[in-house]
Nanobody
Framework: VQLQASGGGSVQTGGFLSLSCAAS????????MAWYRQAPGNQRELVAR???????VYADSVKGRFTISRDNGKSTLLLQMASLKPDDTAVYYC?????????????WGQGTQITVSS
């Protein structure tokens, strides 16, 4: 399984960015698709995820500003980020909880940098 993330970059406070993550490989079932982020000196934290039932879950810090969505047909995960703040600066990772060859596991994208300047 390979996860290819794209998007991101630099923006000023209050700006908008979007990320996408395309999954490829022999995936049997997709369970959870999620975005995580890690700021310098911090642990990796969940930003948002889509559960198997389609429910979207957000970190409190991004509720009302970020929107996660999924294109099932293309196994693509999107993250739209509005009203960005300097605290959103981090490396963002897409993650896929899926089964391959009958084995369930978590797969990670390569990470993409988001920088929000004040």
């Amino acid at each position: 399984v390979q996860l290819q993330a794209s998007g991101g970059g630099s923006v000023q406070t209050g700006g908008f960015l979007s990320l996408s993550c395309a999954a490829s490989g022999t995936i049997q079932s997709i369970y959870v698709m999620a975005w995580y982020r890690q700021a310098p000196g911090n642990q990796r934290e969940l930003v948002a995820r889509i559960n198997p039932d389609g429910k979207q879950v957000y970190a409190d810090s991004v509720k009302g500003r970020f929107t996660i969505s999924r294109d099932n047909g293309k196994s693509t995960l999107l993250l739209q980020m509005a009203s960005l703040k300097p605290d959103d600066t981090a490396v963002y990772y897409c993650a896929l909880d899926c089964s391959v060859g009958g084995i369930r596991g978590m797969y990670w994208g390569q990470g993409t940098q988001i920088t929000v300047s004040s």
